[in-house]
């Protein structure tokens, strides 16, 4: 039923990515819906998006890389999208699944994430207040903390946000300097303050995500 939907509809994927090497079910990616599991989730269905992301060196010798981004759906279910990996002495699958885990979080964002912020969006320009990861963000100002201290910074002075090592950095402008804390992935809807704030401010272009934005700096033990 899915891909007679699917194939009805006449729009292309706009991207399709495998969860492992030879995957019979990829999740696919459209620009209202995405297919999981071989079921059609659309995107105003979906109430939040996380991105969790471990990669952990031991010694030097052995790393283990953990993934999840999960969907919680407006029915209260969660569907996870997990990806890890562990090698020793640099043998093992670390590559290919950061490889997959780079695709997989570039569609999100670019799909899922992007439609949710619209909404976050459109109740800021209709003079509403929204919070998302201890961020406040309302039509003239935005509120958070600056390490310990609680801030508020107007919008006219905000250079816009970034995504980098999953986690969301609200700039001031003109300033190499974080206006608020950095807001983590793995905070429901997080990552939607990349959009959101790049929007207010003026700037609709897509983040950049590479390999290595989307990977934290290994931590060593």
Not at 48 to 59: E, G, R, T
Not at 88 to 116: E, H, N, R
Not at 176 to 194: E, I
Request: charged share 20%; glycine share 8%.
């Amino acid at each position: 039923m899915d891909q007679e939907m699917n194939q009805q509809s006449g729009t292309e994927a706009l991207a399709v990515c495998p969860r492992k090497k030879k995957d019979k079910k990829p999740v696919v990616f459209y620009a209202d819906r995405m297919v999981f599991n071989d079921e059609t989730i659309l995107y105003k269905d979906i109430e939040s998006v996380s991105s969790a992301y471990s990669s952990v060196i031991y010694n030097g010798i052995f790393h283990n890389l953990s993934t999840c981004i999960t969907f919680k759906l407006n029915d209260r279910r969660k569907l996870k999208w997990k990806n890890g990996s562990f090698s020793v002495f640099g043998l093992g699958s670390i590559k290919s699944k950061k490889t997959f885990y780079v695709a997989a979080i570039t569609a999100t964002i670019s799909t899922v994430v992007k439609t949710i912020a619209a909404r976050y969006i459109m109740t800021v320009k209709e003079g509403g207040t929204i919070q998302i990861g201890g961020v406040t963000v309302s039509p003239t100002e935005i509120t958070g903390r600056h390490f310990a201290k609680k801030v508020t910074v107007p919008l006219e002075e905000i250079g816009g946000a970034s995504i980098s090592g999953n986690v969301v950095a609200i700039h001031r402008k003109n300033a190499n300097k974080l206006a608020v804390n950095s807001v983590q992935g793995n905070l429901d809807n997080g990552l939607c303050l990349v959009y959101i704030i790049n929007s207010l401010v003026g700037n609709n272009a897509e983040p950049v995500i590479s390999a290595d934005e989307n990977a934290p700096a290994e931590e060593q033990e």
